[in-house]
Nanobody
Framework: QVQLVESGGGLVQAGGSLRLSCAAS????????MGWFRQAPGKEREFVAA????????YYADSVKGRFTISRDNAKNPVYLQMNSLKPEDTAVYYC????????????????????WGLGTRVTVSS
């Protein structure tokens, strides 16, 4: 069955960096659009970034644009989220998600689009 496993979360001071990884199994990774979402306590899950199956197209939430970078390595499988200049408001559980369809990349801001989800990795940014 399909599994998505996130890693790389942790505690970091404001202004610091973290790189999250998401390893996928049970699917043809290079055929899937991949996304990152996050959910802070008491809030709804929100879109962070998405990357097309080829890696040629990316899309970001305004709140992370210029600070976060999504990338993928179709030869090795993972999708990454490089997070720089972290702020306390970035504190959340971060989830990766996968979808096999080929919508335009800006459509992938919607949680309902994705077929598969990981269990998340926690990121805490201290002030």
């Amino acid at each position: 069955q399909v599994q998505l496993v996130e890693s790389g979360g942790g505690l970091v001071q404001a202004g610091g960096s973290l790189r999250l990884s998401c390893a996928a199994s049970g699917l043809t990774f290079s055929s899937y659009v991949m996304g990152w979402f996050r959910q802070a306590p008491g809030k709804e899950r929100e879109f962070v970034a998405a990357i097309s199956w080829s890696g040629s197209a990316t899309y970001y939430a305004d709140s992370v644009k210029g600070r976060f970078t999504i990338s993928r390595d179709n030869a090795k499988n993972p999708v990454y989220l490089q997070m720089n200049s972290l702020k306390p408001e970035d504190t959340a559980v971060y989830y990766c998600a996968a979808d096999p369809r080929r919508y335009t990349i800006d459509y992938y801001t919607r949680t309902a689009v994705y077929d598969y989800w990981g269990l998340g990795t926690r990121v805490t940014v201290s002030s």
